[in-house]
C-alpha cells in the first residue's frame, strides 16, 4: 500500500506540478475548514461556538488563494 501511495505522489508531483498539488491543498483544506464551521456554527453551546470562531480565521486566506487559482486558470485559458 506505502508504495502505490508514493507512485501516485510522485505520479501527481510530475504530471501537475509542485503549484499543482499545493493548490489542490488549498482548495481541500478550504473546503474543510468551511465544513467544520458549518457543522459547529448549527450548534448552540459555548465550545461549537468556540471551534465556529476558530475555524473562520484560516478560511479568508484560502478564499484569496483560491480566487488567485481561479484567476490564474481563466488567464490560461484566455490567452
Known amino acids: 500500500m506505502i508504495t502505490t501511495?508514493?507512485?501516485t505522489?510522485?505520479?501527481a508531483l510530475?504530471?501537475?506540478g509542485i503549484a499543482g498539488v499545493?493548490?489542490?491543498?488549498a482548495v481541500i483544506m478550504l473546503i474543510v475548514f468551511l465544513s467544520?464551521?458549518?457543522?459547529a456554527g448549527a450548534?448552540?453551546?459555548e465550545v461549537s461556538e468556540?471551534?465556529?470562531s476558530f475555524a473562520t480565521l484560516p478560511i479568508v486566506p484560502?478564499?484569496?488563494a483560491f480566487a488567485i487559482i481561479v484567476a490564474v486558470k481563466v488567464i490560461e485559458i484566455i490567452a
Request: charged letters at 10%; proline letters at 0%; glycine letters at 16%.
Open 62 to 64: 484560502l478564499l484569496i
Open 9 to 11: 505522489t510522485i505520479t
Open 5 to 7: 501511495v508514493t507512485v
Open 22 to 25: 499545493l493548490g489542490a491543498a
Open 14 to 16: 510530475g504530471g501537475t
Open 50 to 52: 468556540r471551534i465556529s
Open 43 to 45: 450548534g448552540t453551546s
Open 36 to 39: 467544520i464551521k458549518e457543522l
